[in-house]
């Protein structure tokens, strides 16, 4: 397990829209952030099942007194098939906590037509990034 702690990605006014560090608009005192990273090795039994029962019980057990967003370049969404396979987080709880305190013009919509305006063809995205913002268009 690896812990960091920083503090909120105040580049410009509500920092960068899909960073897991930007600061809630409404909540002015969540001015740090607590990073969480689990380590396992390939083919640990019982890993994703573990992954997800921590991603599921950090929602919970944070919620109404911190935000929790995930990282992009790690493991989350957690299924029985591995990370980025819960259709639930990746459809609706993800996408909800980079929504949640957020003005009209920076929330999870925002960033996705971000993408459409700079990336028109396609270039910069593959299954799984089309996959994850299919349903915000």
Do not use: C, N
Request: net charge negative.
């Amino acid at each position: 397990m690896d812990f960091r702690v920083t503090a909120t990605d105040t580049a410009g006014p509500t920092g960068p829209l899909l960073s897991p560090a930007r600061p809630r608009i409404d909540r002015p005192a969540w001015d740090t952030v607590v990073w969480f990273d689990t380590a396992t090795f390939p083919g640990t039994p019982g890993a994703y099942v573990f992954h997800r029962d921590l991603e599921q019980w950090m929602v919970r057990h944070f919620a109404g007194w911190a935000a929790v967003r995930p990282e992009w370049p790690k493991g989350w969404g957690y299924g029985p098939e591995g990370p980025w396979t819960d259709d639930f987080v990746l459809r609706t709880a993800w996408p909800e906590a980079f929504r949640a305190g957020q003005p009209a013009g920076s929330r999870w919509e925002d960033a996705i037509a971000v993408l459409e305006r700079h990336d028109p063809a396609g270039v910069f995205r593959g299954p799984f990034v089309e996959a994850l913002f299919s349903d915000a268009r």
